[in-house]
């Protein structure tokens, strides 16, 4: 089992900047791809930013140019940087990981944090 804990979702302004970490424990050793996904209300989840084991990174459309995953693999963490952030990033935004090597799937990764909110408002 993995467990995934996200932090540093909270509320901010137009153009603002956060940073969300996601700290993983347990069998970590059989993850190969972490990614992040949102789910604003009344929308489907959707995969933001993913990362592999090896530093490879793919992002939806709307976060190119503006969000960076990144990951310390001394500190079992992985980051998403949001920067230029607008009030259509409001989500609450999810860290999972997967033991399969596909980082861009039809379907969801296998193991979920609990999630944390991220509001942009004026």
């Known amino acids: 089992q993995v467990q995934l804990v996200e932090s540093g979702g909270g509320l901010v302004q137009p153009g603002g900047s956060l940073r969300l970490s996601c700290a993983a424990s347990?069998?970590?050793?059989?993850?190969?791809?972490m990614g992040w996904y949102r789910q604003a209300p009344g929308k489907q989840r959707e995969l933001v930013a993913a990362i592999t084991s090896g530093g490879s990174t793919k992002y939806v459309d709307s976060a190119k140019g503006r969000f960076t995953i990144s990951r310390d693999n001394a500190k079992n963490t992985v980051y998403l940087q949001m920067n230029s952030l607008k009030p259509e990033d409001t989500a609450v935004y999810y860290c999972?990981?997967?033991?399969?090597?596909?980082?861009?799937?039809?379907?969801?990764?296998?193991?979920w944090g609990q999630g944390t909110q991220v509001t942009v408002s004026s």
């Open positions: 347990g069998s970590i050793f059989s993850i190969n791809v």
């Open positions: 999972a990981a997967d033991r399969r090597t596909y980082i861009w799937p039809v379907y969801e990764y296998e193991y």
